[in-house]
Structure formats: C-alpha cells, structure tokens
C-alpha cells in the first residue's frame, strides 16, 4: 500500500459509521450537535406522508381506478428511473425539465439515469419496447406514482411528488380528446371539487406551427429586450413558451402576440373544432386559452389544462391541477411506428391542497367489526390463535397485542366504533372462555372460545337484519320513533 494512503475497505458498508440518533428532549440535541451526534432531515423539497395524509391518497387513488377502469383503463407500471437520453428526446432538451430540473446518476459503465419528471417518454418507450402496438387499438393505460423534478420548493411545487397520469395510445380522433377531458372533468367532480375549468388551446401541428412560429419571432423582434433572461433564450429554442411565462413583463408583451387560432390548417382546425362540439355536447366547461403552450415540447394539436374557478383561485393554486394533450410525432421520435397519443398528469397534492383547502376530508373506513382485548401473557399467546381463527372465518377483526392495560385497550376499541369487544382476561384464557361485550348496549357475555365464531356470525346477521328493515321503514315512522 503506497505510503500516506489509508487503508479503506472494498465493502462500502464496513466504512460506514453509524450515526448517533438523539432524542429532541435530550439537551445536548439543542442548537450544535456533536460531529457524532447526527440528525437527519429528509431531502429538500420531499415530504413524509404521514398516515393521516396518506387517507387522502388512499381515497384519490381509488376514485381515480373506480373511473378509470370502467373507461377501460389498464394499470402500467414503468422504472423509477429512464436512460436520461429518453427524457431530453421526448421533452426537449431546452424545456426547463430537462435543462434545470432532471435528478441524475450515474450508472457503473459510464451511462446516465434519470429519475423520472413525468410518465409519458417511459410509457411511450414501453409500448414500443414491448410491441403493445400488435395489441388491439386503442391501449389505454394508467400509472399512479412518484415523480422527480429539481424546482425550487414552495407550497404545491414539491421536489418529489405524485401524479395521476392516463394515456391513450393509437386514436387519433377527436373524441377521444374529448373523452380524456371529461374523464378528467369527472375525476374532480368525484372528488367535490366540481368547479373546475378545463383550459383549450391547439399547438398545430409540423404543417401549420412553423409558419406561425415566424410570426411570433417577427411580432417578439422588436420586444426581446424588454423579455426576462429565460424568455430570451426560450425566443431562439421554443418562441411558444414565451406566450405562457409567468413574469409579468413577458405577459404584457404576450397580450397582443398573434394567435395561433387563425393560423391553425385545415387538419388542426377541424379536429379542433370537432373536439369544442363535443365538449358543448357533454356540457363541460371549457375556456379557450392562446397562451396554454406546456413546458414539454411534444405536443401537438390539443392541449388543456385543469384549473380551479378563477374566483376560487387561492393562493396555493399559482398552478393548474394537471395538464396535458395530444402528441402524435412522439412514437416515431422514440424509434416507434407513427402512433398517434394523448394523455394527461394530474399532480396529486395540489388536488389533496385544494380539498383540505374546502374541507373536503376523504369518507371514514367502515369500522372492523370486532377488538380483540387481552389481560396478561397467557391470554395475549392465546389472542393469537383466536385472532387467526377470526381472519380465516373472515371476521374483520383489530388486534391489540402491543397493548398491555386493558384500559387502554378499551379505550381504543371504543375510539375505532367496533360493534363488539372480546376481552380475553387470565380467568378466561385459563376456562377456554371469553367475554363478548356489544358496544352498543353495553351487555356482556360469556361465551366458550369454542363457540364464538358462531356466536359472532349469528349476532352479526340479527343486526344486518335490524338494519335492513330499519332502512325500509317510511321515513315519518322513524321520526315519530325518535320523538
Ligand atoms: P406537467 O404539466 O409537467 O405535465 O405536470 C402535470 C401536473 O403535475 C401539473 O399540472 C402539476 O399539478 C403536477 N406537478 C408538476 N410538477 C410538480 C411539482 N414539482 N410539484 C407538485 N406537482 C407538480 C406532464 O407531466 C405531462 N407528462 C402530462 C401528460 C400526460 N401529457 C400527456 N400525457
């Protein structure tokens, strides 16, 4: 070994040293940690989704697949991470996702991955990877997932966050547009939030954009000094993108900047045309924007986005509950078959920001039907038996064998609104027996251990009964009952 080198292992755990955690009481965890005394705090710009936010997932994801699925929608999963290629082909490699906000790493042979900012570049080179275009036509899929990109943290802008993201590959007719929006449109209406706007705009095509890319660059010539630094560059890579900068001096040069309606040909202006007939037909709120343009560079034709009612805009709300369109040329730019494709992201925690923001809390689960309550060790090894004998029997039953007071426990069955609560103290886990206490009216039994799974079922189906012919009483009958 030369000299002055030290000796470090190969195995990278070996030279790992263990962090020292302190506990937030502890004085010494007070402004200077020792060197050894770590805290780690997770990645800036990602959040922990705590269990009482992860209800609002939970509730999203399962409306969303409700819907989805009876559109025909398939479920797809795609790696976390893409050859970083993928992302700058697909998006464009002056978008500000691939110019500033991609997470890469480097692969052991020299090549580069990208944590992925969005799913359509992964879907897209999924269906051509795996042949899906020999499968019938249209293939709509669905991912639901986390995603990457490096913004700079604020409230709803996260630097891992989720998406809802649906696509259809090979339909090129308008229709379909129409039917992305309304899934969509319908998606929030699910959710409470059902004043939504979905904002229009057509980006043309290879025929007609070029032409009115030149009248943008000739209308914006005289401007470009008075454009932010971004803008400026965006004038020479994409002169669209000007038209949807959020700085104020770019959007007042913006307000009299050509539109690209009048310049759209024949093709994009029927499909377009055709898309806002049925949207009229289906009674979806729709409002034609010029200067929705996206920041990936695939698109073609449609392209929308979901925005709170502009009087219900708050502050968190600086940005569009989802965005996306149709991109046909994309297939072919990934080495594919032309296949025309259109989809859309939704960004999930804006949508659980604007439904905390109204008070929209996800449905409470309905409660398990049963606690199981234990009193001393013999009892607690015999709870896990009677335990999997409930599972098995399908009795959805709430365990608590990390408790020990059975105050506690109690407290807790009661807090869940179970119907019963079985108490398995010493007397009876030495008898082969068990207390069985209705919540509801508080009158307890004793029951052999043997017996109960019987017992339990027979007791459940007398109260569905009571609660079947409670719910075909007339309504004034079940008011004089309560008087
Ligand atoms: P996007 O507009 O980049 O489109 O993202 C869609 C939505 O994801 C945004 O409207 C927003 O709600 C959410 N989102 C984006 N970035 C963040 C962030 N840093 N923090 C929190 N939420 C965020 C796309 O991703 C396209 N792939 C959509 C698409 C699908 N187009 C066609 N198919």
């Given at each position: 070994?030369?000299?002055?080198?030290?000796?470090?292992?190969?195995?990278?755990?070996?030279?790992?040293r263990?962090?020292?955690?302190?506990?937030?009481?502890?004085?010494?965890?007070?402004?200077?940690?020792?060197?050894?005394?770590?805290?780690?705090?997770?990645?800036?710009?990602?959040?922990d989704?705590?269990?009482?936010?992860?209800?609002?997932?939970?509730?999203?994801?399962?409306?969303?697949?409700?819907?989805?699925?009876?559109?025909?929608?398939?479920r797809?999963?795609?790696p976390?991470?893409?050859?970083?290629?993928?992302?700058?082909?697909?998006?464009?490699?002056?978008?500000?996702?691939v110019?500033?906000?991609?997470f890469?790493?480097?692969?052991?042979?020299?090549g580069?991955?990208a944590?992925?900012?969005?799913?359509?570049?992964?879907?897209?080179r999924?269906?051509?990877?795996?042949?899906?275009s020999?499968?019938?036509?249209?293939?709509?899929?669905?991912?639901?997932?986390?995603?990457?990109?490096?913004?700079?943290?604020?409230?709803?802008?996260?630097?891992?966050?989720?998406?809802?993201?649906?696509?259809?590959f090979?339909?090129?007719?308008?229709?379909?547009?129409?039917?992305v929006?309304?899934?969509?449109?319908?998606?929030?209406?699910?959710?409470?939030?059902?004043?939504?706007?979905?904002q229009?705009?057509?980006?043309?095509?290879?025929?007609?954009?070029?032409?009115?890319?030149?009248?943008?660059?000739?209308?914006?010539?005289?401007?470009?000094?008075?454009?932010?630094?971004d803008?400026?560059?965006?004038?020479?890579?994409n002169?669209l993108?000007?038209?949807?900068?959020?700085?104020?001096?770019?959007?007042r040069?913006?307000?009299?900047?050509?539109?690209?309606?009048?310049?759209?040909c024949?093709?994009?202006?029927?499909?377009?045309?055709?898309l806002?007939?049925?949207?009229?037909?289906?009674?979806?709120p729709?409002?034609?924007?010029?200067?929705?343009?996206?920041g990936?560079?695939?698109?073609?034709?449609?392209?929308?986005?979901?925005?709170?009612?502009?009087?219900?805009?708050?502050?968190?709300?600086?940005?569009?509950?989802?965005?996306?369109?149709?991109?046909?040329?994309l297939?072919?730019?990934?080495?594919?078959?032309?296949t025309?494709?259109i989809g859309?992201?939704?960004?999930?925690?804006?949508?659980?920001?604007?439904?905390?923001?109204?008070?929209?809390?996800?449905?409470?689960?309905?409660a398990?039907?049963?606690?199981?309550?234990?009193?001393?060790?013999?009892?607690?090894?015999?709870?896990?038996?009677?335990?999997?004998?409930?599972?098995?029997?399908g009795?959805?039953?709430?365990e608590?064998?990390?408790?020990?007071?059975?105050?506690?426990?109690?407290?807790?069955?009661?807090?869940?609104?179970?119907?019963?609560?079985?108490?398995?103290?010493?007397k009876?886990?030495?008898?082969?027996?068990?207390?069985?206490?209705d919540m509801?009216?508080?009158?307890?039994?004793?029951?052999?251990?043997?017996?109960?799974?019987?017992?339990?079922?027979?007791?459940?189906?007398?109260?569905?009964?009571e609660?079947s012919?409670?719910?075909?009483?007339?309504?004034?009958?079940?008011?004089?009952?309560?008087?």
């Amino acid at each position: 070994m030369p000299k002055g080198k030290k000796k470090t292992s190969k195995n990278p755990h070996q030279n790992y040293r263990q962090p020292k955690l302190i506990k937030e009481s502890e004085p010494s965890a007070q402004p200077k940690p020792h060197k050894r005394q770590m805290k780690f705090q997770r990645p800036r710009g990602m959040r922990d989704i705590l269990p009482e936010d992860m209800t609002y997932y939970d509730y999203i994801y399962r409306t969303t697949e409700n819907i989805l699925r009876s559109y025909d929608f398939a479920r797809m999963e795609t790696p976390i991470v893409e050859d970083i290629g993928l992302f700058a082909r697909a998006i464009g490699e002056s978008t500000d996702i691939v110019s500033k906000e991609i997470f890469s790493l480097k692969e052991k042979g020299g090549g580069k991955l990208a944590l992925r900012p969005e799913f359509t570049a992964g879907l897209v080179r999924a269906y051509i990877e795996n042949g899906m275009s020999s499968r019938p036509q249209p293939v709509k899929l669905y991912s639901l997932g986390p995603l990457f990109r490096a913004e700079r943290p604020q409230a709803g802008r996260y630097r891992q966050f989720n998406q809802i993201d649906f696509e259809v590959f090979g339909a090129e007719k308008a229709a379909i547009d129409a039917q992305v929006i309304q899934i969509t449109w319908r998606l929030f209406e699910r959710l409470g939030i059902n004043d939504t706007v979905i904002q229009l705009n057509s980006v043309g095509c290879p025929e007609c954009r070029p032409a009115y890319r030149q009248q943008l660059l000739d209308y914006y010539r005289p401007y470009a000094n008075k454009l932010c630094a971004d803008c400026k560059k965006r004038l020479k890579a994409n002169p669209l993108r000007v038209l949807d900068c959020k700085e104020e001096k770019c959007q007042r040069v913006a307000a009299n900047a050509p539109q690209i309606f009048d310049n759209l040909c024949d093709d994009c202006h029927t499909h377009f045309k055709q898309l806002l007939e049925i949207l009229d037909e289906l009674d979806i709120p729709y409002m034609l924007n010029g200067k929705i343009v996206r920041g990936l560079d695939y698109y073609r034709r449609t392209v929308f986005e979901i925005w709170p009612a502009e009087d219900k805009k708050s502050e968190l709300a600086q940005s569009a509950f989802g965005g996306g369109g149709r991109y046909d040329g994309l297939f072919e730019l990934l080495g594919g078959q032309p296949t025309p494709g259109i989809g859309i992201g939704l960004g999930v925690e804006r949508i659980i920001l604007e439904m905390k923001e109204r008070g929209i809390e996800p449905p409470a689960r309905s409660a398990p039907t049963v606690f199981l309550a234990q009193l001393g060790e013999k009892a607690k090894k015999q709870s896990f038996r009677i335990f999997e004998n409930l599972y098995k029997a399908g009795i959805d039953t709430l365990e608590s064998v990390g408790r020990d007071s059975l105050k506690s426990q109690l407290k807790q069955a009661e807090k869940k609104g179970v119907f019963f609560t079985l108490i398995l103290g010493q007397k009876e886990s030495v008898d082969d027996t068990m207390i069985v206490r209705d919540m509801e009216t508080g009158v307890q039994e004793v029951i052999s251990q043997e017996g109960l799974i019987k017992y339990l079922k027979e007791r459940m189906e007398i109260r569905e009964k009571e609660k079947s012919k409670e719910a075909k009483k007339p309504v004034k009958e079940k008011e004089i009952e309560k008087k």
